[in-house]
C-alpha cells in the first residue's frame, strides 16, 4: 500500500460478526479504526461538539460535562429529523479524526445507511454478512434480548443483501466458512490491486 493511501470501510449489519473480524485482522497487523467507539470518545471529550449538541438537543444534554444519554436517546428516537440533525453533528467529527488518525481501514455498521461513505469514500468497502437466524442468536446472547428486539434491530438497517451488492468483498461468517482465508484473499486482492496502480503510476 505504497502508492497511496489506501481507505478501506469494513461494514455489516448488527451481528454478522464484524467485531470478530476485526479482531482476526490485527494478527496481519491490521489496526482498524471503530467509528461508533471514535463518536462516543468525542462526544465524551470534544468541547465544540458538546457545544453543537446543546445548542440542537437543549443544555441538559450534559451535566458536569457528562453526555446524559436518557436525553440525547429522547431526542433522537423523536423524528428522523432529530437523528440526521445529530449526525450531521457528529459524522463531520468522526471523519476528520479518521483522516487525522493515520488508520486505513475503518468500521462502520451504518457505513451506507447513514451516509458515511459519503462524509469518508473507501477506495474499498468489505461487507461482514451472516444468515439471519445466525445474527438473531448473536444479538439475543451478547445483548440479552427478545428474538423480536433482535429482529427490530437487524430490520432498523439496510438490508444485508443491498450492502453486500455496494461493496467490493464480503466475508461470510456464518459459523462454516473460513474467516480467515477470507481475510487472506482480500489482503491478497488489495496487493495485487496496489502493485498494479504502482506499476501505472511508473
Known amino acids: 500500500m505504497n502508492c497511496k493511501t489506501r481507505i478501506v470501510a469494513l461494514t455489516g449489519g448488527i451481528g454478522a460478526g464484524k467485531s470478530y473480524v476485526c479482531q482476526l485482522l490485527q ?4 489496526e482498524v479504526y471503530d467509528c461508533d467507539a471514535a463518536a462516543k470518545r468525542l462526544m465524551r471529550t470534544s468541547t465544540p461538539l458538546q457545544k453543537a449538541l446543546q445548542q440542537l438537543v437543549g443544555d441538559n444534554v450534559y ?3 457528562i453526555l446524559q444519554k436518557p436525553v440525547l436517546a429522547q431526542f433522537l428516537l423523536a423524528s428522523n ?6 449526525n450531521d453533528i457528529i459524522h463531520p467529527a468522526v471523519a476528520a479524526d479518521f483522516m487525522q488518525s493515520g488508520y486505513q481501514w475503518l468500521e462502520s455498521a451504518i457505513y451506507f445507511d447513514s451516509g458515511f461513505d459519503k462524509r469518508v469514500h473507501a477506495d474499498k468497502v468489505v461487507c461482514v454478512t451472516a444468515p439471519t437466524e445466525v445474527r438473531i442468536q448473536r444479538i439475543m446472547e451478547r445483548d440479552g434480548i427478545s428474538r423480536e428486539k433482535a429482529q427490530e434491530w437487524i430490520d432498523c438497517q439496510l438490508p444485508q443483501a443491498e450492502v453486500v451488492s455496494r461493496s467490493d468483498y464480503e466475508i461470510k461468517n456464518d459459523g462454516q466458512s473460513s474467516v480467515r482465508q477470507q481475510i487472506e484473499h482480500i489482503i491478497h486482492q488489495l496487493k495485487v490491486c496496489d502493485q498494479r496502480l504502482q506499476t501505472e503510476n511508473k
Open 63 to 65: 451535566r458536569d460535562g
Open 27 to 30: 494478527d496481519y497487523g491490521i
Open 81 to 86: 429529523r432529530n437523528q440526521k440533525a445529530v
